[in-house]
């Protein structure tokens, strides 16, 4: 039988034990590369929308890195919870990819202005932002919630090298110029902050392990898809590496043994 091991659970770990509680039977509509593709950025998707933010019909989400491989979770998990999604693509040839995820706009940052754009969309705020990027966007991110809005992050792509080679001081200067929340403030504006990374998440495998069948019965009937996935062998796991720190690429990445 075919089946999806989510080795996710174990975090960082230089070896990782795959138990019966993390095999999964794959639903004959995914093809072993789509299988692939899913149960990480799917189920960190899964994780912010339906354990964090439990989302209404009619909310406006905006989602930065829209083309991405959670980015693209997000805005089909929007549509599904009948939320209306505006995703962020850095360039031209993502904007199709957001939109085939379900994003009702797309905003191009390469050739709009992010944040003038994003008002225009939604004067009244947004009810959820799901940021990865990090460093660069938190601060308006945080500005252009809605009352009651929530600020979702997993990750920080702004603060990794993009060359493969680890500059200390961007790194030092990245880190100093991160915003800070003060609770008074969000206590006064009624928004919120929150976070979340899998691989930190291994004392909540029961939950995911909820969220990863409530994912799949949804694979198996077609109401979601895979993201848009790209292939390397095994053998080129270097180009595979340069392609992720380029920006260029869309969906997800999978290595061929």
């Given at each position: 039988?075919?089946?999806?091991?989510?080795?996710l659970?174990g975090?960082?770990?230089?070896?990782v034990l795959l138990?019966?509680?993390?095999?999964?039977?794959?639903?004959?509509?995914?093809?072993a590369?789509g299988g692939?593709?899913?149960?990480?950025?799917?189920?960190?998707?899964?994780?912010?929308?339906?354990?964090?933010?439990?989302?209404?019909?009619?909310?406006?989400?905006?989602?930065?890195?829209?083309?991405?491989g959670?980015?693209t979770?997000l805005?089909?998990?929007?549509?599904?919870?009948?939320?209306r999604?505006i995703g962020?693509?850095?360039?031209?040839?993502?904007?199709?990819v957001?939109?085939?995820?379900?994003?009702?706009?797309?905003?191009?940052?390469?050739?709009?202005?992010?944040?003038?754009t994003?008002?225009?969309?939604?004067?009244g705020?947004?009810?959820?932002?799901?940021?990865a990027?990090?460093v660069s966007?938190?601060?308006?991110?945080?500005a252009?919630?809605?009352?009651?809005?929530?600020?979702?992050?997993?990750?920080?792509?702004?603060?990794?090298p993009?060359?493969?080679?680890?500059?200390w001081?961007?790194?030092?200067?990245?880190?100093?110029?991160?915003?800070?929340?003060n609770?008074?403030?969000?206590?006064?504006?009624?928004?919120?902050?929150?976070?979340?990374?899998?691989?930190?998440?291994s004392?909540?495998?029961?939950?995911?392990?909820?969220?990863m069948?409530?994912l799949?019965?949804?694979f198996?009937?077609g109401?979601?898809?895979?993201?848009p996935?790209?292939?390397f062998?095994l053998?080129?796991?270097a180009?595979?590496?340069r392609?992720?720190?380029?920006?260029?690429?869309?969906g997800?990445?999978?290595?061929?043994?």
């Open positions: 039988q075919r089946v999806i091991g989510l080795t659970f975090g960082y770990a230089s070896r138990t019966p509680d993390r095999v999964f039977a794959q639903p004959e509509a995914l093809d590369r692939a593709a899913i149960p990480t950025v799917f189920l960190t998707a899964w994780w912010m929308v339906h354990e964090l933010l439990h989302p209404r019909p009619g909310d406006t989400w905006l989602v930065h890195s829209a083309a991405g959670v980015g979770a805005a089909q998990l929007g549509r599904l919870a009948g939320c999604v962020v693509v850095g360039s031209g040839h993502k904007i199709e957001a939109r085939a995820a379900g994003c009702s706009e797309v905003i191009d940052k390469s050739a709009q202005d992010l944040w003038a994003a008002k225009a969309l939604s004067a705020g947004y009810q959820a932002i799901f940021d990027n990090g966007p938190l601060g308006q991110s945080y252009h919630l809605a009352p009651t809005g929530r600020l979702l992050i997993y990750g920080f792509a702004s603060m990794l993009h060359d493969g080679r680890l500059n001081l961007r790194l030092a200067w990245d880190w100093l110029r991160t915003p800070r929340f609770p008074l403030s969000m206590t006064r504006d009624n928004r919120s902050v929150l976070a979340c990374n899998l691989s930190f998440l004392s909540e495998a029961e939950r995911l392990r909820e969220g069948h409530w799949l019965e949804r198996a009937d109401r979601l898809q895979p993201p996935v790209h292939c062998p053998s080129a796991a180009d595979a590496q392609a992720i720190e380029s920006g260029r690429t869309t997800k990445l999978v290595l061929l043994p």
